[in-house]
């Protein structure tokens, strides 16, 4: 089996409106769903971290800016690493990822292996 | 052990006004759309990462701690609040990385009683005063304090702004009044807060779990103040 990375994006420019608790409850559900059955295939490497959403990025020459990229308006706002015998199978595993389901979407990119 | 699908809901109702409070202290009245925001960004974290990672041990600690570098980082970013706190930036700067932030239930409940006197004050109308305790003392969202005191709510998110906004500009100080004033201040918390029992008691709204949580939260805060003397 081969590691994948899943990167999630999302917009991060647009401030959210503040969330009741049953909204922010029912948000956290599909996550734990999600997570869930990835970890019950036995199909979970690591379930990864969240990101701020700002940071800072250097350039050539040692130019800092901040960042990641402000022209645009999606980011990195999290990451999990899945693993699977093809990149076809991760890409089914993340299809249930629920950042799809508020606008956001997923990267799939598979990890080499250096042992 | 807790359903887990009424966690958030359950730390919301006990945890929201603490921080709201404490933090509201520590930043003063004048930045609690700030404070707001640095609430609802913590508990908006906390749903993102435990869906994620799932459920840590101890909830509340973690959202204490989040809070806490949230206050840090908006401190941080903003040069506005440097004069206010000209002192604890250069303290930062010496390479302490932790805010004197006190979330010990000691000062969680000073603060509380403190919030109470700042927000029943007669520099505010006391419609306002009702729809502003449950927003701020009771983590109330926009929506339920509308329904429960019958307003469109559009009109009474125009006037806890404008509650809000008269707090800032009397420069209202989140403390306990002096001995010479208490009785005179306490006579506004407790109507405010006997007009809240009322509206919960006597609404003429559907909504029956709101208009007990209502009561619930007007007997909450007038324990506190028993406690107080």
Same mark, same amino acid.
């Given at each position: ?7 999630? @994006? ?39 971290? @969240? ?65 | ?5 009424? $966690?958030?809901?359950?730390? =919301? ?12 202290? =520590? =930043?003063?009245?004048?930045?609690? %759309? ?9 508990? $908006? ?9 799932? $459920?840590?041990?101890?909830?509340? /600690?973690?959202?204490?701690?989040? %809070? #806490?570098? #949230? %206050? ?7 040069? &506005? ?38 927000? +029943? ?5 006391? *419609? ?9 003392? +009771? ?6 304090? /509308?329904?429960?005191? &019958? ?16 707090? #800032? ?17 306490? *006579? ?6 006997? &007009?809240? =029992?009322? *509206? ?14 209502? +009561?619930?939260?007007?007997?909450? $805060?007038? &324990? ?6």
């Amino acid at each position: 089996m081969k590691e994948f990375l899943l990167m999630f @994006r999302m917009d991060v420019t647009t401030p959210q409106p503040p969330q009741s608790p049953e909204q922010l409850q029912a948000m956290m559900k599909p996550w734990q769903d999600w997570m869930g059955s990835i970890t019950a295939q036995d199909k979970l490497v690591s379930a990864g971290n @969240r990101l701020e959403p700002d940071g800072k990025v250097i350039q050539q020459k040692g130019i800092v800016t901040n960042g990641p990229y402000v022209e645009i308006k999606e980011a990195i706002g999290g990451y999990t690493i899945v693993k699977a015998d093809s990149i076809d199978e991760a890409t089914e595993l993340a299809k249930g990822c629920p950042i799809l389901f508020v606008g956001g979407n997923v990267e799939i990119r598979a990890i080499i292996p250096m042992d | 052990m807790m359903q887990q699908q009424e $966690l958030i809901p359950h730390l =919301f109702r006990t945890e929201y006004r603490k921080l709201i409070a404490v933090l509201g202290k =520590f =930043f003063g009245i004048e930045q609690i %759309a700030i404070v707001e925001d640095i609430v609802g960004g913590t508990f $908006l974290l906390a749903s993102e990462t435990w869906g994620l990672k799932g $459920l840590p041990e101890n909830p509340t /600690a973690l959202l204490y701690r989040v %809070a #806490k570098h #949230k %206050a840090l980082d908006s401190i941080r970013r903003d040069i &506005l609040y440097t004069q206010k706190i000209a002192p604890e930036i250069k303290r930062l700067e010496s390479g302490v990385t932790e805010l004197e932030i006190d979330l010990s239930p000691q000062n969680i409940k000073d603060n509380q009683l403190q919030m109470m006197f700042a927000i +029943c004050n007669s520099y505010i109308s006391t *419609e306002a005063q009702i729809g502003l305790s449950p927003n701020i003392l +009771c983590g109330f969202g926009i929506d339920e304090i /509308a329904e429960a005191l &019958l307003a469109n709510k559009e009109a009474t998110y125009k006037s806890l702004s404008r509650a809000k906004e008269k707090l #800032k500009l009397k420069k209202v100080k989140i403390e306990l009044p002096s001995p010479s004033e208490i009785s005179s201040r306490l *006579e506004t918390v407790l109507t405010t807060l006997y &007009l809240l =029992f009322s *509206e919960g008691y006597y609404s003429i709204s559907k909504n029956t779990t709101l208009r007990k949580d209502l +009561c619930l939260e007007a007997i909450r $805060l007038n &324990l506190m103040l028993t406690e107080m003397s």
